[in-house]
């Protein structure tokens, strides 16, 4: 691992790349993450995803590491056991094939498998560890991303927003931080700005920020305030920045059109069909946090917290080019890889590495935020102004199993 397959590990994490840029990072911070370090790779076949797990963060300091490891919610193999010898040579063996059968990112699996070696304190690597680094990606991302979020004292979804670019009123995105459990006790201390969004009113919350509540797509506050500290009308309500403005740039539903619809809305630059379907509630709970405050809380679902996956970037494309155009709402392939698509309310997707699940969230930065670390394979997001051939094709290339597809196509808030 070079200097310059180092500069190729930032060009496959787009957010990682961009958040060296935005935070400015001193040469000294840089090598706490781990961006200075050399990995080796061994012609070594023995051994076990264990051995690997083992020596997560043996470059990091000892209080991160320790930190990191032992949380709940930010080391996701405190849980997974991992799988079976075949099962898993059967996976790794599909990932393979898929990247190498892509068009123009056929590079990208390699560094994407030493950069997370790089950036999870790992100095060297056999072959079952590239295995294991290419099956659990995704949790090996949630890792890295955690550790430079401490470097750096701010939250993860911090690093990972910043992929969307400056979307909200020409700013980044800002903080999407939630948890599971103890919201009342620990909302106070979440890093980012926390902003007014609206008021109570006859019990009911009134939004003004960043708009009011009846221009939102299937959004619903409830107040969940205690009673023996309920809340007052003219009272303010909180809500991190990063969700608020999440909100603001939903899809709006199309004018006479059902709920439930599904269908291409708009088309990208080959003409391929970008779809939308039904938005899904978004619904947030205001509470009486610790400080005194009303704040509003994302309801929970699989992945509140970005972390995970590899994040698109708008592609070079700007003219129509025969053989790019993609329908994957019917029988489609790419480089011989089979492209299964499904609406994002689908309540099943199909897990396999093999072939490169779509998975449409219409456009909607709320479950774009939040998907990623809804699946337990890896994930790729398609990012705005990136056309479906480059996403699908850079998405095989990194050994990944879904793609969210949220459209490709910029948010109007």
């Given at each position: 691992m070079t200097d310059r397959g180092t500069q190729t590990v930032l060009n496959v994490y787009e957010d990682i790349r961009l958040?060296?840029?935005?935070?400015?990072?001193?040469?000294?911070?840089?090598?706490a993450i781990g961006l200075s370090n050399r990995v080796v790779v061994r012609a070594v076949k023995s051994g076990s995803p264990k051995d690997l797990r083992k020596r997560i963060g043996t470059r990091w300091e000892p209080e991160p590491r320790e930190r990191i490891l032992k949380g709940k919610n930010s080391n996701p193999f405190i849980y997974w056991p991992g799988d079976y010898p075949l099962e898993r040579y059967v996976r790794a063996l599909g990932l393979v094939q898929k990247a190498a059968r892509c068009d123009g990112y056929v590079d990208v699996f390699l560094a994407r498998l030493l950069g997370l070696a790089q950036l999870c304190g790992i100095d060297a690597v056999s072959f079952v560890d590239l295995q294991e680094l290419a099956l659990q990606a995704?949790?090996?991302?949630?890792?890295?991303?955690?550790?430079?979020?401490?470097?750096?004292?701010?939250?993860?979804?911090?690093?990972?927003?910043l992929a969307f670019g400056n979307v909200f009123q020409g700013r980044p995105?800002?903080?999407?931080?939630?948890?599971?459990?103890?919201?009342?006790?620990?909302?106070?201390?979440?890093?980012?700005?926390?902003?007014?969004?609206g008021t109570v009113q006859n019990a009911e919350v009134h939004l003004s920020y960043p708009t009011t509540l009846?221009?939102?797509?299937?959004?619903?506050?409830?107040?969940?305030?205690?009673?023996?500290?309920?809340?007052?009308?003219?009272?303010?309500?909180?809500?991190?920045?990063?969700?608020?403005?999440?909100?603001?740039?939903?899809?709006?539903?199309?004018?006479?059109?059902?709920?439930?619809?599904?269908?291409?809305?708009?088309?990208?630059?080959?003409?391929?069909?970008?779809?939308?379907?039904?938005v899904e509630e978004f619904q947030a709970h205001v509470k009486r946090?610790?400080?005194?405050?009303?704040?509003?809380?994302?309801?929970?679902?699989?992945?509140?917290?970005?972390?995970?996956?590899?994040?698109?970037?708008?592609?070079?494309?700007?003219?129509?080019?025969?053989?790019?155009?993609?329908?994957?709402?019917?029988?489609?392939?790419?480089?011989?890889?089979?492209i299964y698509n499904y609406q994002q309310s689908s309540s099943e997707v199909d897990d396999g590495s093999h072939h490169l699940a779509v998975v449409w969230d219409v456009g909607d930065m709320v479950m774009q935020v939040r998907s990623p670390d809804g699946h337990h394979r890896s994930t790729y997001v398609q990012m705005y102004n990136e056309c479906v051939y480059c996403a699908i094709n850079r998405a095989m290339g990194a050994g990944c199993t879904y793609l969210i597809a949220g459209g490709g196509v910029p948010p109007t808030g």
């Open positions: 958040a060296t840029e935005h935070f400015r990072l001193s040469s000294e911070a840089k090598a995704t949790y090996y991302e949630r890792l890295a991303r955690h550790h430079m979020a401490l470097v750096l004292n701010i939250d993860a979804s911090m690093i990972t927003n995105l800002g903080s999407t931080q939630n948890v599971p459990s103890d919201f009342p006790k620990l909302a106070p201390g979440f890093r980012g700005d926390m902003v007014q969004i009846d221009r939102l797509n299937n959004v619903e506050f409830r107040i969940r305030a205690p009673k023996d500290a309920p809340a007052r009308d003219g009272e303010p309500v909180y809500m991190l920045s990063g969700w608020a403005a999440c909100l603001v740039l939903r899809p709006p539903r199309p004018a006479g059109e059902p709920a439930t619809a599904f269908r291409a809305m708009r088309h990208d630059v080959h003409g391929s069909p970008l779809y939308t379907s039904e946090v610790s400080d005194g405050r009303l704040v509003a809380k994302p309801t929970a679902r699989p992945g509140a917290v970005t972390g995970q996956g590899v994040f698109g970037r708008p592609c070079p494309c700007s003219a129509r080019v025969p053989g790019r155009y993609v329908d994957v709402a019917v029988k489609a392939s790419v480089g011989g890889v089979p």
